[in-house]
């Protein structure tokens, strides 16, 4: 069975996971049902092979890896300008993943399965959040 396709995406301006899940909580973050979704310019040319294999957007908060959303669909939107954009429309769950850390680039990138980090042991769920600096220092030293 192949790995699934996911998406990979910088969260700029965000300091650390719950700052991202209070953005999310923002109408303007919002669909019309109410998901947290995220809009960019580009529509993935693989998006029957996302959606399929139950793929996730990874979140890169301040150059690490620290979380995953499940992908729902991809919506048209068209923006004040009349632009039409694609905006990804996500499961509000926000999964931890071990953190990885990841250089910076534009919009978002595919991600395969096999290059993707695992999900945080779900019993740390009540472990207080490692700031991103150190949890990359630790993840490039391969301790977490």
């Known amino acids: 069975m192949p790995s699934p396709l996911h998406m990979i995406k910088l969260s700029v301006g965000t300091d650390d996971v719950t700052d991202l899940a209070a953005w999310q909580t923002l109408p303007q973050a919002q669909s019309a049902d109410g998901l947290p979704r995220h809009i960019t310019r580009m529509w993935p040319k693989r ?66 399965g096999k290059d993707a980090p695992a999900d945080q042991d779900p019993r740390r769920a009540r472990d207080d959040a490692l700031p991103p600096a150190l949890a990359a220092a630790l993840a490039e030293i391969g301790v977490i």
């Open 47 to 112: 998006e029957d092979e996302i959606l399929a294999g139950d793929g996730s957007i990874y979140w890169v908060i301040k150059g690490v890896i620290l979380c995953r959303q499940r992908l729902i669909r991809f919506d048209r939107v068209k923006g004040s300008d009349g632009i039409e954009r694609c905006a990804i429309v996500c499961d509000p769950t926000l999964v931890r993943v071990t953190p990885t850390p990841r250089r910076p680039f534009q919009g978002w990138r595919y991600l395969d």
